[in-house]
């Protein structure tokens, strides 16, 4: 083995047989050390846009599957051309209308597609809000009529390139058409049975006022008659004995032991009685024609103060709850409306503040009103216990209710809403300061 290597000496470097101070040799070692670097760089530079191209790559892919993957769910068809009016892209739902294959239509005109009169309604740069045509097809026919619609397609640096075209069959429209109308007319069908479902409610409630106002003209009249009859009795047998040639002794007695002096006084008030009877269960039937809920044609001149009087005397005696009435209405306050739902409407107001102070120890609805110009103001207020505030801009809506299950439809007062809107008015809710919720009708003066 050789010695070990000694470093150059006197400041020569190893097998150069140059000084290590050469000036030239010095900037030749500098160049290239600065070239390798360079090179590092572009070096590192090529993989660094190398890992974005590939992230770019994969981005561009993604999005492409994106707008592939909406575009095939796309029922509607979709035609994007250039601007010289060449198909550029369709979508699968126009390919499955028309039976053609993307090549067929690609970089063909739109009358490839369309008539030669249908095509020219659609122009690069031009809106179209709706135009209806027939689509070729591959077998040489005709598609169903497409509601079409064409918009510009916009790019930043090109401007309008083309235009993109949208459309969907008549014939899906029409079928969704007709499915709103039928839904509509089964809503409106559903509203009106509701809506009669409580007026009927609402009737019923009434039946045990009416039953009472008839009983007791009824309970007279058939009282009055039945004595009647028997005096009817009395007066045969006085007559025949009078007719059968009694003598005037045994006459006079039997006329004192038949009481026939007192019979015959009690004839006119008996009379007089069962008529008023009958005039009463007449009247009361002819309130109830009246009140009939088939809306007459045209509007009448009704006294809004005796129908609200009225109303609160059935539900007062169609209820168990005893109910003080103050009454501060005029005799008469005419109104332009119909009187049957104007009746409903103080019942569903009056058996709503009822059933509000089904708790309350002396419970109380008063009445108020008059004549502001042209409309006639009536108001009904209760000592119940008043409604929430958060309820006050929903006690009108339909099927709102406070009341439990069972309790009622919460349509009441909805109907109520809508008679007054009928009749041109309007009915507001608000919370009394003394309690109680207080009702406020504003009607057209008659």
């Given at each position: ?51 974005d191209l590939e992230q770019k790559n994969a981005a561009l892919e993604h999005a492409q599957q994106f707008i592939g993957s909406v575009m095939a769910s796309m029922s509607d068809i ?369």
């Open positions: 083995m050789g010695e070990p290597s000694q470093p150059p000496a006197d400041g020569l470097r190893a097998g150069s047989g140059i000084e290590a101070s050469d000036p030239e040799t010095s900037a030749a070692e500098a160049a290239w050390i600065e070239v390798i670097r360079k090179m590092d760089e572009v070096y590192s530079d090529l993989i660094r846009y190398e890992v979709l035609v994007v051309c250039d601007q010289k009016g060449r198909i550029l892209q369709v979508n699968p739902a126009l390919l499955s209308l028309t039976e053609f294959t993307f090549d067929d239509l690609f970089n063909q005109p739109l009358t490839a597609l369309l008539a030669e009169e249908d095509a020219q309604v659609f122009r690069p740069g031009g809106i179209v809000s709706e135009h209806e045509a027939r689509l070729k097809s591959k077998s040489g026919g005709y598609t169903d009529l497409v509601a079409m619609n064409c918009s510009p397609r916009l790019e930043r640096q090109r401007g309008m390139p083309g235009m993109v075209i949208v459309g969907r069959p008549v014939g899906e429209l029409r079928r969704a058409y007709q499915g709103l109308h039928d839904a509509h007319l089964d809503l409106k069908r559903a509203q009106l049975q509701l809506v009669q479902a409580e007026k009927m409610a609402s009737l019923g409630r009434l039946v045990a006022g009416v039953a009472h106002e008839l009983n007791n003209p009824v309970s007279f009249v058939y009282s009055n008659v039945y004595t009647l009859s028997r005096y009817r009795e009395k007066l045969v047998r006085y007559i025949d004995a009078v007719h059968g040639g009694m003598d005037h002794a045994e006459r006079e007695d039997l006329r004192e032991q038949l009481k026939i002096d007192q019979l015959l006084k009690d004839f006119d008030p008996l009379i007089e009685g069962t008529l008023e009877g009958a005039l009463r269960i007449t009247e009361i039937v002819k309130n109830l024609r009246r009140l009939s809920f088939v809306d007459p044609t045209e509007n009448q001149k009704v006294n809004i103060a005796e129908v609200a009087r009225n109303a609160m005397q059935w539900v007062r005696r169609s209820g168990k709850q005893v109910i003080a009435l103050e009454d501060n209405l005029p005799t008469e306050l005419l109104v332009e409306g119909i009187e049957g739902p104007l009746h409903q409407v103080f019942v569903n107001l009056m058996q709503n503040s009822v059933d509000a102070m089904k708790n309350v120890p002396h419970p109380k609805i008063a009445l108020s009103g008059r004549r502001l110009g042209l409309q006639v103001l009536v108001v009904m207020r209760d000592n119940g216990p008043g409604i929430a505030a958060e309820n006050l801009s929903k006690i009108f809506e339909p099927f709102f209710t406070t009341k439990g299950v069972g309790g009622g439809t919460g349509l009441g007062l909805w109907v109520t809403w809508s008679i007054i809107r009928d009749h041109g008015g309007k009915i507001e809710v608000s919370n009394s300061p003394d309690g109680g919720a207080a009702f406020t009708i504003i009607l057209p003066a008659g």
